[in-house]
T-cell receptor
Framework: AQSVTQPDIHITVSEGASLELRCNYS??????LFWYVQSPGQGLQLLLK??????LVQGIKGFEAEFKRSQSSFNLRKPSVHWSDAAEYFC?????????FGAGTRLAVHP | DTGVSQNPRHKITKRGQNVTFRCDPI?????LYWYRQTLGQGPEFLTY????????KSRLLSDRFSAERPKGSFSTLEIQRTEQGDSAMYLC?????????????FGQGTRLTVV
């Protein structure tokens, strides 16, 4: 069965520090992978997506993610976190006719 | 185009009442999705429309839930005889017809509270 796992429920980093959010997927075919961000009370905004080709993808707001087929991972990274990055982050895999989401990682940023 | 629009943004209802939510997708998008999100969880798929046809329904969509997209434009999600367990954020998303990997654009959601 298709599934997405985000092992870290909550992460706290200091402003200016680097960030890595983990995502592991289980999908039988070539996965299409996404990272979305959700601010409190809001819908989801797409940060970046991976379909094929270069395994390092760049997104909005300075985020990037690396697809590693051997590890079934698609980790999200940012070299320097800003206070405005505090939000919930969801990794998703595109199944047939739907997105399958992980449970999310809540990011807190300390000044 | 202002994106996917959902109404109302918030709904408080008494247990046992019926509620209906509306979603207006991005105009050129023929695919529409409903998801449910509870606190601390990622969105869970409920149902999928391609134009006016409802092509997939999750087992989460009990017989108290019904969704329609009568003319392939806006969609409604109705919950009959609401229960406290129905309290959640209901998200609508739409995507263009290009293919499986096309991103879904989400609305801001309708937060339902059943008291």
């Amino acid at each position: 069965a298709q599934s997405v796992t985000q092992p870290d429920i909550h992460i706290t980093v200091s402003e200016g520090a680097s960030l890595e959010l983990r995502c592991n997927y289980s999908y039988g075919a070539t996965p299409y992978l996404f990272w979305y961000v959700q601010s409190p009370g809001q819908g989801l905004q797409l940060l970046l997506k991976y379909f094929s080709g270069d395994t390092l993808v760049q997104g909005i707001k300075g985020f990037e993610a690396e697809f590693k087929r051997s590890q079934s991972s698609f980790n999200l990274r940012k070299p320097s976190v800003h206070w405005s990055d505090a939000a919930e982050y969801f990794c998703a895999c595109s199944g047939y006719n739907k997105l399958i989401f992980g449970a999310g990682t809540r990011l807190a940023v300390h000044p | 185009d202002t994106g996917v629009s959902q109404n109302p943004r918030h709904k408080i209802t008494k247990r046992g009442q019926n509620v209906t939510f509306r979603c207006d997708p991005i105009s050129e998008h023929n695919r529409l999705y409903w998801y449910r999100q509870t606190l601390g969880q990622g969105p869970e798929f409920l149902t999928y429309f391609q134009n006016e046809a409802q092509l997939e329904k999750s087992r989460l969509l009990s017989d108290r839930f019904s969704a329609e997209r009568p003319k392939g434009s806006f969609s409604t999600l109705e919950i009959q005889r609401t229960e406290q367990g129905d309290s959640a954020m209901y998200l609508c998303a739409s995507s263009p017809p290009e293919g499986r990997g096309t991103e879904a654009f989400f609305g801001q959601g309708t937060r339902l509270t059943v008291v």
